[in-house]
């Protein structure tokens, strides 16, 4: 079964930064991506970051671009999101999500259906 585990979310004062990890296990191959969605209370599920193993690209909404960036190690199949010059529009649920295929195809998607596997969320809170 494909895990995911999320870590290193909690509470900033606006302009500030937080860094979020997430990490992927029970499956052995290196053709994936790394999705990462949130979620404020009331509001639509939003599309935040992709970042495709299989080629090294990362995507990121306009609403973060500029601001949040991706690392990895893919050795240990973790990827992670550094946000910085937070706003108290960031404060929601962050998830992250991944897609496994076979192949060598670019995999990043902004539609929450094509993810395989969720994270449980963390929660961010951006407040002075």
């Known amino acids: 079964e494909v895990q995911l585990e999320e870590s290193g979310g909690g509470l900033v004062q606006p302009g500030g930064s937080l860094r979020l990890s997430c990490a992927a296990s029970?499956?052995?191959?290196?053709?994936?991506?790394i999705g990462w969605f949130r979620q404020a209370p009331g509001k639509e599920r939003e599309w935040v970051s992709c970042f495709t193993r299989t080629d090294g690209r990362a995507y990121f909404a306009d609403s973060v671009k500029g601001r949040f960036t991706i690392s990895s190690d893919n050795a240990k199949k973790t990827v992670n999101l550094q946000m910085n010059s937070l706003k108290p529009e960031d404060t929601a649920v962050y998830y992250c999500s991944i897609i496994v295929v076979d192949g060598p195809q670019s995999l990043c998607s902004r539609d929450a259906a094509d993810f395989d596997s969720w994270g449980q969320g963390t929660q961010v809170t951006v407040s002075s």
């Open positions: 029970g499956f052995t191959v290196d053709t994936y991506a």
